[in-house]
C-alpha cells in the first residue's frame, strides 16, 4: 500500500494544485476591484492613505519600544536597534508634520514633500527591520 501511495502522492499534489488555477483570475480580479475608502474627514484619498502610513509606523515604534523594555533582543544588537528607532522616530516625526501641513494647505508643493517624508519613513522602517533580523 505505501509503494503505491507514494507513488500516487505527486500525482494528487498536481491535481489539487491545477484544479485551483482557473480560479486564480476570479481571485486577482477580486482583489482588483477592492477599491479604497478614504477615511472621513481627510482632504482626498493621498491624505488617507498617508495617515495609514503614519498609523503603522507607530505601531512599529511603540512595539519595538516595548520589546526593547522587555528585553526581547539579545544585548549585543540594542545599541544599533535604538539607533534605528531612533532613526525612524525623527523621520516619523518629519513625515507627521508634514502630512500636518499638507491638511492644511492641499498644495502640490506639500504634496511633493509629505510624498518624499514618507518615502523616509519608510526607507527608516526597512532599515529598522532589517536591524531587528541581524542585529546590525
Known amino acids: ?21 482557473p480560479l486564480v ?6 482583489c482588483a476591484s477592492a477599491k479604497y475608502v478614504a477615511h472621513p474627514g481627510s482632504v482626498n484619498v493621498f491624505s488617507s492613505q498617508a495617515y495609514d ?44 508634520v508634514s502630512w500636518n501641513a499638507y491638511n492644511a494647505a492641499a498644495t502640490p508643493t506639500n504634496q511633493t514633500v509629505l510624498q518624499q517624508n ?3 519613513v519608510s526607507t527608516a522602517t526597512s532599515a529598522l527591520s532589517a536591524t531587528k533580523v541581524t542585529g546590525q
Not at 25 to 30: E, G, I, L, R, Y
Open 1 to 21: 500500500f505505501n509503494r503505491i501511495y507514494n507513488r500516487c502522492l505527486p500525482v494528487l499534489w498536481v491535481i489539487s494544485f491545477l484544479s485551483w488555477v
Open 53 to 96: 502610513t503614519l498609523v503603522a509606523t507607530d505601531a512599529v515604534i511603540k512595539a519595538t519600544e516595548s520589546d526593547l523594555k522587555n528585553n526581547a533582543f539579545p544585548a549585543t544588537w540594542v545599541p544599533a536597534i535604538k539607533k534605528s528607532l531612533n532613526a525612524l522616530i525623527s523621520t516619523y516625526d518629519v513625515a507627521n
Open 25 to 30: 483570475p476570479v481571485f486577482m480580479q477580486a
Open 118 to 120: 514618507l518615502t523616509n
